[in-house]
């Protein structure tokens, strides 16, 4: 449990590396790719940005993690990372529509890989020895 509890610290590091991909994707990677690439661009990079923080800092700040913390630990991230996406979003003054249309693949966004990434990321990491 108390790897759980840690490994939170890592999840909050995400918030910030989402908004920068964000204002990235928008300042920047609009005007180099244009609007239709910048979105699923911007959500390779941020997967990988996930990625490269949890390889950097899960076992570091971890002891004795187990295949099942990691899973947990992904389980919590993902669910975490919904909440706040859904509850900053509905007070940005989004619609529940429009939150919902992040998770279509076909549009573009590739939120869902984000996602995955979010989930996969500690047990990859651990299964393949990545540290």
């Known amino acids: 449990m108390m790897n759980i509890l840690k490994s939170l610290v890592i999840w909050l590091s995400f918030i910030p590396e989402a908004i ?3 204002g990235l994707r928008e300042y920047v990677l609009a005007k180099v790719v244009g609007e239709e690439w910048a979105l699923p661009v911007s959500g390779i990079t941020l997967s990988v940005c996930i990625f490269l923080t949890t390889w950097l800092l899960l076992f570091r700040i971890t002891k004795d993690i187990t295949s099942k913390d990691c899973w947990l630990i992904g389980v919590c991230w993902s ?3 919904i909440a706040f996406e859904f509850a900053a ?3 940005g003054g989004n619609t ?4 919902l249309n992040a998770y279509n693949p076909l549009t573009g ?3 869902l890989l984000v996602l995955l990434t ?3 990321s500690p047990v990859i990491i651990k299964k393949y020895r990545l540290v």
């Open 118 to 120: 979010t989930l996969l």
């Open 79 to 81: 669910v975490l990372t």
């Open 96 to 99: 529940i529509i429009e939150l």
């Open 109 to 111: 966004n590739l939120w």
């Open 89 to 91: 979003g509905l007070v």
């Open 20 to 22: 920068i991909n964000g």
